[in-house]
């Protein structure tokens, strides 16, 4: 199956021509990540790869703080700095399997949102030990294991409508943007969209240096972005980070390295997590695990869709090419860091930054998974890079993948109204498997509505059946 073409000669970016002839190792790597065949070369695969972990960079801390919360010994954050190691252990690995299995340039990392109904919602509220709860995720990731096998996760991709697929990557730029001009200053946030008690959300204050930082940074971003300089969404977080250090909006580094704690309590805890399965417990475990499969499930297949749209990867047949790979590597990656001691890893929305930059092979992923990696050494630097320097890559990411919303048949409603959902609910519901659920559902309905029930593939209707149960389920068991 071939790329489509016209959609990387779309891009704004300047795509480089391949690699000249190499002999040696460089030669060995730019033929097994065919660099000629996606017009790439070394440094734009660099530069890419570069960017993607920069814009989730994040992650070594964040997941850490919400983990914390309910993976600890004797008191909350205790655990805080094995929780660093194994998220960017489970990072790498799943990040350098999906580099050299599937050799896409998307990266993998414990996902936003399932880590806090992990902490939250499993073990705080259910009252699941963390331990238990970890098992729970070691479960998820073998089921999604057989799954894959099967070949019925990458069916589960194809019964996706076009129009849902390029509403699911206009969706992800919205809620990228939203991550990136939305959080709380108080925790280095941009603090550009705030609550309201009256209208829901509102525009934050100006008189927070955050706010102006990130304003700064988006500018200076899209400045370098216009005039076509390689590396210019790398080069806003930098200047942008850099700007916050020089006056004092955000603290400096606190050192330039340290060495990682080793996860001793929780490496393997899941394990152990598998006998504190008991006859008082098993129901809200399975509950859990239901939950931890169709958010994951759901996340993937919609991160996937639209990621690969954007770089052009989806073909004629709206498939994914070696999607079967991609997705072994993140049922794998989740298993991983089960045991390595994290919530369920999947593949993140930010590997869109990578793509934008022109990143198209697995070459980009190695350089994220040795970054990942690296950064057990180099954690304090960045650790210091504050969420607000993020923004502008996320908003700019943003920018591009709305380019999608125009592939979308807008004189057809039974074709626009599930392409709108999707698009709304990603952000405003802050989840791709909501939207992508909302849409799904509506697609084959609106269908039958137009009594073109006979065009709506059999494997569509049966996920969209699924979607309907996630929600009742969702709805009765967690209210």
């Known amino acids: 199956m071939s790329?489509?073409?016209?959609?990387?000669?779309?891009?704004?970016i300047n795509q480089p021509r391949g690699e000249p002839p190499r002999g040696g190792w460089q030669g060995a790597v730019?033929?097994?990540?065919?660099?000629?065949?996606?017009?790439?070369?070394?440094?734009?695969?660099?530069?890419?790869?570069?960017?993607?972990?920069m814009t989730m960079a994040y992650i070594l801390v964040v997941n850490p703080l919400i983990l914390s919360d309910a993976i600890f010994l004797n008191q909350p954050k205790?655990?805080?700095?094995?929780l660093v190691v194994a998220t960017a252990v489970s990072?790498?690995?799943?990040?350098?399997i999906m580099a050299l299995l599937a050799k896409y340039p998307f990266a993998l990392a414990p996902g936003m949102g399932i880590?806090?109904?992990?902490?939250?919602?499993?073990?705080?509220?259910?009252?699941?030990?963390?331990?238990?709860?970890?098992?729970?995720v070691f479960v998820e990731g073998l089921v999604f294991i057989l799954l894959t096998v099967s070949d019925i996760r990458r069916h589960l991709i194809t019964a996706v409508p076009s129009s849902i697929k390029s509403a699911?990557?206009?969706g992800i730029g919205l809620f990228l943007a939203y991550i990136g001009l939305g959080g709380a200053t108080e925790v280095g946030g941009a603090g550009l969209i705030v609550a309201s008690e009256v209208t829901k959300t509102d525009f934050g204050s100006l008189a927070q240096p955050q706010a102006l930082m990130a304003i700064f940074g988006i500018f200076l971003t899209a400045f370098f972005m216009v005039r076509r300089i390689k590396g210019a969404l790398l080069w806003g977080i930098i200047g942008t980070a850099s700007l916050g250090w020089i006056f004092g909006v955000t603290n400096t580094p606190q050192g330039f390295a340290s060495i990682p704690a080793f996860p001793k309590d929780l490496f393997g805890a899941a394990f152990v997590g598998l006998g504190g399965i008991n006859g008082s417990n098993w129901i809200d475990f399975l509950a859990a695990l239901l939950?931890?499969?169709?958010?994951?499930?759901?996340?993937?297949?919609?991160?996937?869709?639209?990621v690969g749209m954007q770089a052009g990867y989806i073909d004629e047949n709206g498939e994914l090419p070696r999607a079967n790979r991609a997705l072994t590597a993140d049922a794998i990656a989740t298993t991983a860091g089960a045991v390595m001691g994290t919530s369920s890893v999947t593949t993140f929305v930010e590997s869109a930054s990578g793509v934008a930059e022109g990143g198209r092979t697995g070459f980009a992923s190695v350089i994220v998974a040795a970054l990942f990696f690296i950064s057990l050494i180099f954690t304090?630097?960045?650790?210091?890079i504050p969420a607000f320097a993020t923004t502008p890559a996320l908003t700019i990411v943003g920018v591009l993948m709305m380019a999608s919303i125009t592939t979308i048949n807008w004189e057809d409603l039974t074709e626009a109204i599930p392409a709108f959902l999707t698009i709304f609910f990603i952000p405003f519901a802050f989840s791709i498997a909501a939207g992508l659920s909302i849409g799904l559902i509506a697609y084959p309905l609106l269908k039958t509505f137009k009594g073109k029930a006979q065009d709506v593939p059999l494997v569509t209707w049966i996920l969209a059946a699924i979607f309907v149960a996630r929600f009742i389920f969702m709805t009765l068991r967690f209210g």
């Open 168 to 170: 699911t990557t206009v």
């Open 115 to 136: 880590n806090a109904f992990f902490a939250y919602s499993v073990v705080l509220d259910l009252g699941i030990n963390w331990r238990t709860a970890l098992a729970c």
């Open 78 to 82: 205790d655990l805080f700095a094995e």
């Open 3 to 12: 790329i489509n073409q016209d959609v990387i000669d779309r891009k704004d």
């Open 91 to 96: 990072a790498g690995i799943g990040t350098l």
């Open 291 to 306: 939950v931890f499969l169709f958010v994951d499930l759901f996340d993937t297949i919609g991160t996937l869709a639209g």
């Open 380 to 384: 304090p630097i960045f650790e210091a």
């Open 30 to 53: 730019s033929r097994y990540f065919e660099f000629d065949r996606y017009r790439t070369n070394f440094r734009t695969e660099i530069l890419a790869g570069v960017t993607t972990f």
